[in-house]
């Protein structure tokens, strides 16, 4: 006894305790890092004193073990990705171009803004850039044109968030190493010493259906606003639609290409998501180079014709050098892959050479290196944090309220993502996956899913992402909005910013309902692609 309390019950209070003042201490805006890092120490001390057995020495190498694991070296790639493609100005030409193709007919300019964003969703997967980059470029045009401020403001803050669920995204890659360690400690806790793998390429084939629906519900609600109200969702004045074809393509084919070469090469198993992120990094200097230089267009032709000669080698020969025999077909192969290669560094080399001269490579990486610190600043911080929750007996506590709520699964799949939910209003998703995840996942992975089948990962990861999503939608804390908030004119009332979001609030939740019913929709492309 201590105190006069037992000590069981004192390490139990303790737990409850740590993951409130991590709570409260996080929305008062301290940075998160060093707020759960800080809980974690505290209360480490606490639980010391309360004789508590405590595996701090185990810190180090926890650490050390996420700073060399591969799916998160993708991370960095990703990001400096977003940031060069955001820096390179693709999405200017991206809305230009689309506004002319769609901006003839009434709700064409919002139609336009929803699937930009679907692309920069996919290419940046940075839910704050995309949303501030779509609100300077496509707000004022819309306003300009007539749009309803509310139609206008929801359409952009909807289609920023795509990034939460769209692969390759960020998220999807930090909860696929997440779900990935869960679902392993899950089934062994269940018999099964072998079970199979969670790969970061299976949520990007699961997450892929959702969005590609998310963005038809939003572009159907649009045609149906349009439709009624043909005033709030006017035609583009000024879409004199001379724009040549010519021109509207080479806008929108270099994205594109990169984001196919990107999630194609995923999910058709050429690359590991690391290895595609280091192509969709090179991708983006490449268009950069071809956009903001002058003089290095004929180097990045060549530097892409090589690349996909490069990919295409690869996924119809063995190109490994060391063997004891090689056939002439391989060998012949292997030649041009030298060849191609050396090409492409020679052209590579050009163009970051021009990047460099011209100011934006050291920009970029400077934005990157922040970025990226940040994001791997979190992970230390909330593996303390974890590491100090479970041994106060933190994890015995949520397998216990989990399993003891009424409902079975639908009752603790819905008190998980409430919570979600709501944290989504006060944190990012890096705070939320890292801290949050890791403690609920093994509980709920042990448990079935709808219609009596052993619960799915990628199913799972995908309800998160898409509750996530939600959550940076709905008034009156959601990120999305206050990122929008930030850029919008001052004509544009935060009343509007919030009533155009509901509706596309109502369309997630409605998501939500069909995947929590039809869990086929995320799990059909995973087995139909990897069995």
């Known amino acids: ?52 057995s405590l595996s ?35 999405a200017e030409d991206l809305l230009e171009s689309m506004g002319r193709l769609f901006g003839r007919m009434n709700g064409g300019l919002a139609l336009a803004v929803t699937l930009v964003g679907a692309l920069l969703a996919a290419s940046t997967g940075i839910v704050g850039a995309t949303v501030v980059t779509m609100g300077l470029m496509s707000l004022p045009t819309m306003l300009r044109n007539g749009y309803s401020p509310a139609l206008a403001c929801g359409g952009i803050a909807a289609a920023g968030t795509l990034g939460q669920i769209i692969p390759p995204s960020i998220v999807l890659v930090i909860l696929g190493d997440q779900l990935s360690t869960a679902y392993q400690k899950a089934q062994m806790e269940m018999g099964n010493f072998a079970p199979d793998t969670v790969s970061v ?61 990107v999630l194609g090469s995923i999910l058709a198993g050429i690359a590991t998501p690391t290895e595609a992120a280091g192509v969709g990094a090179a991708g983006a200097l490449l268009l950069a180079g071809n956009r903001l230089t002058t003089g290095a267009s004929r180097a990045v032709q060549i530097a892409f014709v090589s690349l996909i000669g490069l990919l295409v080698l690869t996924a119809f020969m063995d190109l490994r050098p060391m063997r004891d025999e090689i056939p002439a077909v391989d060998l012949a192969g292997i030649v041009l892959a030298a060849a191609l290669s050396l090409a492409f560094a020679a052209s590579f080399l050009l163009v970051l050479t021009r ?28 593996s303390f944090f974890s590491l100090v929750f479970r ?13 003891d709520l009424p409902g079975g699964t639908l009752g603790a799949v819905i008190a998980v993502m409430a919570v979600m939910f709501v944290l989504g209003f006060f944190l990012d998703f890096l705070e939320i996956v890292f801290v949050v995840v890791p403690l609920v996942a093994p509980v709920l992975l042990k448990m079935e899913m709808p219609g009596g089948a052993p619960m799915s990962p990628v199913w799972l990861a995908v309800m998160m992402a898409v509750n996530l999503q939600t959550s940076f939608l709905t008034p009156p804390f959601g990120f999305a909005l206050f990122y929008l908030r930030g850029v919008a004119p001052d004509s544009v009332r935060t009343s509007a910013i919030y009533k155009g979001i509901i509706p596309y609030v109502i369309l997630q939740v409605a998501a939500l309902a069909l995947i929590w019913f039809a869990p086929q929709v995320a799990t059909w492309l995973p087995t139909v692609i990897y069995g």
């Open 56 to 90: 701090l020495a185990a810190l180090p190498s926890r650490i050390f073990g996420q700073m060399t694991n591969e799916v998160l070296v993708a991370v960095p790639l990703f990001i400096f990705m977003g940031v060069v493609l955001e820096r390179s100005r693709v």
């Open 355 to 382: 990047l460099t001269r011209a100011g934006i490579l050291g920009d970029v990486s400077r934005q990157s290196a922040r970025i990226t610190s940040m994001v791997f600043a979190i992970v230390i911080g909330a």
């Open 1 to 52: 006894m201590l105190f006069g309390f037992n000590p069981a019950d004192l390490l139990h209070s303790l737990d409850i305790a740590m993951f409130a003042v991590a709570c409260v201490l996080l929305m008062t805006g301290y940075p998160v890092a060093f707020t759960l890092a800080g809980v974690a120490l505290i209360f480490a001390l606490l639980g010391h004193f309360a004789g508590a």
């Open 201 to 261: 390429g299976d949520l990007f084939a699961g997450a892929l259906l959702p969005g590609l629906m998310l963005v038809g519900l939003y572009i159907a609600w649009q045609m149906v606003v349009a439709l009624i109200r043909p005033k709030a969702a006017p035609a583009m004045a000024e879409a004199g639609a001379d724009m040549p074809k010519g021109e509207i393509l080479a806008a929108l084919m270099p994205p594109v290409i990169l984001i196919v070469a």
């Open 391 to 403: 041994d106060l007996g933190g994890e015995e506590l949520v397998k216990s309220a989990l399993s």
